[in-house]
């Protein structure tokens, strides 16, 4: 079993789920009935499955999270290259920012229960207290960019404090999202769990 983070994107005009475990080029495949397994020389890269909808509907283009998607392609693959999803967007809480001297920059230590993460942050709502959604290295955006570690003015950051159009939700925050005081408890948690959980309620 592999246990890593992957993005999940549905196309509708193909009725086709792209996996992606790495971003790498695509130098061969194989296919197994309606998966096409993409390889980089040895390393798997990621996976398309066809005739989705044959299974299950799939209302949304990015379901890197949704846990029926994500419980579907984890049930497709697991007799060609088994995968668990390992959580990527967590809830977190800011407990210490500065501002980067001659930058509209800050440094924030992020508090995600069971560690603490520096991330380097462009938002001008950022500050000490929020509670934030963090997207952690090795996490697919919605736009299907790879969140990886970086340096930012020589300084490291290990993830990137989402807003709600990065993440294409409805708000009309232009900043990172600010999380309510009903997420205290949930710190160290998965985001995209809670949101769904939310939005079943509604």
């Not at 996996?19 to 397994?37: A, G, H, K, R």
């Not at 989705?52 to 890197?64: G, H, M, P, R, T």
């Not at 942050?121 to 500050?127: D, F, L, V």
């Not at 993830?159 to 294409?168: F, I, N, Q, Y």
């Amino acid at each position: 079993m592999n246990n890593l983070k992957f993005g999940v994107f549905y196309n509708e005009q193909f009725d086709s789920l792209l996996v992606s475990f790495l971003n790498e080029p695509v130098m061969q495949t194989s296919t197994y009935n309606n998966v096409v397994i993409l390889k980089n020389d040895k390393d798997v890269i990621g996976a398309n499955i066809f005739n989705v909808s044959e299974n299950i509907k799939i209302d949304q283009a990015f379901c890197s999270e949704k846990p029926d998607v994500v419980n579907y392609v984890e049930n497709v693959l697991k007799d060609i290259y088994p995968v668990k999803q390992t959580e990527q967007f967590l809830i977190g809480k800011i407990i210490r920012c500065e501002a980067i001297e001659g930058t509209h920059l800050h440094v924030c230590d992020v508090d995600l229960k069971h560690e603490v993460i520096q991330v380097i942050c462009g938002a001008s709502n950022a500050r000490k207290g929020l509670l934030v959604v963090v997207a952690t290295s090795g996490s697919w955006m919605p736009n299907g960019a790879l969140i990886t570690e970086n340096k930012v003015k020589g300084i490291d950051s290990f993830g990137m404090l989402c807003s709600a159009k990065e993440l294409k939700i409805e708000s009309d925050n232009l900043g990172i999202i600010e999380l309510g005081s009903e997420y205290s408890n949930k710190v160290g948690q998965s985001f995209w769990r809670a949101y769904y959980e939310k939005q079943n309620k509604i």
